[in-house]
């Protein structure tokens, strides 16, 4: 039963003991409010769904990011999680404490986002960071973003391809960086872009992560991983923490060899240079190619327009879609399911030409006028 007790002129203290649970306190402003609360705990108990909030009660939500960030650290994405972990230690919510937050709260900041021009899947990040620290810490109170994402629109699948006019502007500016000083040139660019579209290895897995994104830094592709003889490479640092094997084209096998004709070694990283390096020198690239693009009569305005780094995966994972089934292109990729490398494959003009010809070598007119026949392919005679 609960008991009320006057604490000072204008304080009020209500005391639980129920038999099955500890014994619980907390004081109000006033009687009534000491008195609901009481009841609402008591009616919990009874009906075996309490949960003892007095941690979250006296946790603020910059408390509990800093208890996140800890484990966070072991995530593979962890730089760009630092980043939202930082933004909502900067917050107004983080003052308050875990208990007090509620979903109304985080329609506001999904609403306030919205007007600055903020994209739902961006909202939905900078929410999943939320979501986490209820996930991995127990609060005894329900994570209140949960109906607040539900409201969010769901990430557009990513389907940017590189065309075949995009591709011969794009790598001849990449190996024509145009450096004032040709001993500062970054070389590596345009042989790292090619490996990328061959193997459909990210760019953290083919040349690491330097000091700046992780306290020790990671390394990419090694000599030491690579068969030339066998054509496969071995990547380490993937982003599900597995290490996979990769087969190598000719062209990716092209690729080493101009690795070794840069830096002539045979142990330590393949590729010397940087992701901060690769990201900048890529940028440039893309605009020369779009300004040169124009100045040759070019009238396409998405011409390389939001065509990142990453949209190498993409590529290359669509252009090996033709030749393999999906579980050795899973190999390729390095997926774990079949709907993740979905996201992936996506058909350009060039893939729906290659049905049409399938087609045409399939139905054949007939003697009859207008009409057509199909040629069974593949098929033994009996």
Not at 192 to 212: C, N, P, Q, V, Y
Not at 234 to 243: A, E, M, R
Not at 280 to 296: L, V
Not at 356 to 362: E, H, I, K, N, S
Request: charged fraction near 30%.
């Amino acid at each position: 039963m609960a008991t009320i007790l006057r604490r000072g002129d204008l304080q009020w203290q209500a005391k639980i003991r129920v038999k099955g649970h500890k014994p619980v306190s907390k004081t109000f402003n006033t009687r009534d409010d000491a008195k609901r609360w009481a009841t609402d705990v008591e009616s919990e108990m009874g009906k075996g769904v309490y949960q003892d909030r007095s941690e979250s009660e006296g946790t603020t939500l910059h408390k509990a990011l800093e208890t996140y960030d800890a484990i966070a650290q072991k995530n593979k994405g962890y730089e760009a999680e630092r980043y939202r972990i930082d933004m909502w230690k900067g917050h107004d919510l983080a003052k308050r404490t875990i208990a007090s937050l509620k979903t109304k709260d985080f329609d506001e900041y999904r609403d306030k986002r919205r007007d600055d021009d903020v994209s739902d899947a961006t909202i939905r990040n900078d929410l999943a960071v939320i979501a986490a620290v209820f996930k991995h810490t127990d609060y005894g109170v329900p994570n209140p973003t949960v109906r607040t994402v539900k409201t969010l629109a769901t990430a557009k699948k990513r389907s940017r391809r590189l065309a075949a006019e995009e591709e011969k502007y794009l790598m001849a500016q990449l190996e024509d960086t145009q450096c004032s000083d040709p001993k500062r040139a970054n070389l590596w660019i345009p042989v790292i872009t090619r490996f990328a579209i061959e193997t459909a290895a990210r760019l953290s897995e083919i040349i690491g992560k330097d000091k700046t994104q992780t306290e020790e830094g990671i390394p990419g592709l090694l000599w030491e991983n690579v068969n030339i003889e066998k054509s496969i490479c071995k990547l380490i640092d993937t982003k599900n923490g597995s290490s996979r094997f990769v087969p190598l084209s000719p062209a990716a096998i092209k690729c080493l060899q101009q690795a070794k004709i840069l830096k002539d070694v045979t142990a330590g990283p393949v590729f010397h240079t940087t992701v901060s390096a690769i990201k900048q020198a890529w940028q440039r690239a893309k605009k020369r190619a779009q300004a040169q693009y124009k100045n040759n009569g070019g009238t396409d305005v998405d011409f390389l327009v939001d065509f990142r780094f990453h949209d190498n995966r993409h590529e290359a994972a669509s252009r090996w879609a033709r030749t393999f089934e999906r579980q050795k292109l899973m190999m390729i990729t390095g997926h774990k399911d079949g709907r993740s490398l979905d996201r992936y494959v996506n058909a350009d003009e060039d893939d729906v030409a290659l049905i049409a010809a399938t087609m045409a070598a399939t139905q054949k007119p007939s003697a009859k006028k207008g009409g057509f026949y199909y040629r069974q392919i593949g098929l033994s005679k009996r």
